[in-house]
T-cell receptor, first 112, second 111 residues
Framework: SQTIHQWPATLVQPVGSPLSLECTVE??????LYWYRQAAGRGLQLLFY??????ISSEVPQNLSASRPQDRQFILSSKKLLLSDSGFYLC???????????FGPGTRLTVT | EDQVTQSPEALRLQEGESSSLNCSYT??????LFWYRQDPGKGPEFLFT???AGEEKEKERLKATLTKKESFLHITAPKPEDSATYLC????????????FGSGTKLNVKP
């Protein structure tokens, strides 16, 4: 079966510090991968997506970047965090054969 | 502009009291409409995909329907464990990697 993992589950970081969030998928090959951010009481905002190793599409210009070093690994990074980067970060994958996206458990990031 | 609006923002029901959640959308060519359930502090859980007007899908006490402008999630005889936020998203034909999400309906079912 297909599973998706994210870590860490929670993170508290000071303003100006770097960030690295990791997402891995099991049970599928060459998935499409996605990073979303969810603000409190808001819908999900797509940040980045990737259709293959090294291929990254950015949806929102901001303080973040993404990389896909391996087929089933997706990383969200920042060199210097801002207060506005706080939120709930979700990774998702889609199998090329179906339309729906499946989400990981999320990372709660608080920038202080 | 492609967008999704969900109503109501919050809904309180007594156990067994049936109701419906609404998802209105505008999109340039619908590829799919999706319903998710999200519990506090967790990632969304996939429920249904609807592809064309007139289509219906059912799962336990939930039934999703689709018209050309909106989708409904009908909840029949809800139980407290159905309490969650329900999210709707649409996918456009011109960019199937981009899902447009609504802000959700927070459902609270009282015993």
């Amino acid at each position: 079966s297909q599973t998706i993992h994210q870590w860490p589950a929670t993170l508290v970081q000071p303003v100006g510090s770097p960030l690295s969030l990791e997402c891995t998928v099991e049970g599928t090959s060459n998935p499409n991968l996605y990073w979303y951010r969810q603000a409190a009481g808001r819908g999900l905002q797509l940040l980045f997506y990737s259709v293959g190793i090294g291929q990254i599409s950015s949806e929102v210009p901001q303080n973040l970047s993404a990389s896909r070093p391996q087929d089933r690994q997706f990383i969200l990074s920042s060199k210097k965090l801002l207060l506005s980067d706080s939120g709930f970060y979700l990774c998702a994958f889609a199998d090329g054969q179906v339309y729906e996206q499946y989400f990981g458990p999320g990372t709660r990031l608080t920038v202080t | 502009e492609d967008q999704v609006t969900q109503s109501p923002e919050a809904l309180r029901l007594q156990e067994g009291e049936s109701s419906s959640l609404n998802c209105s959308y505008t999109v340039s060519g619908l590829r799919g409409l999706f319903w998710y359930r999200q519990d506090p502090g967790k990632g969304p859980e996939f429920l249904f995909t609807l592809y064309s007007a007139g289509e219906e899908k059912e799962k336990e006490r939930l039934k999703a329907t689709l018209t050309k402008k909106e989708s409904f999630l009908h909840i029949t005889a809800p139980k407290p464990e159905d309490s969650a936020t329900y999210l709707c998203a649409v996918q456009a034909k011109y960019n199937f990697n981009k899902f447009y999400f609504g802000s959700g309906t927070k459902l609270n079912v009282k015993p």
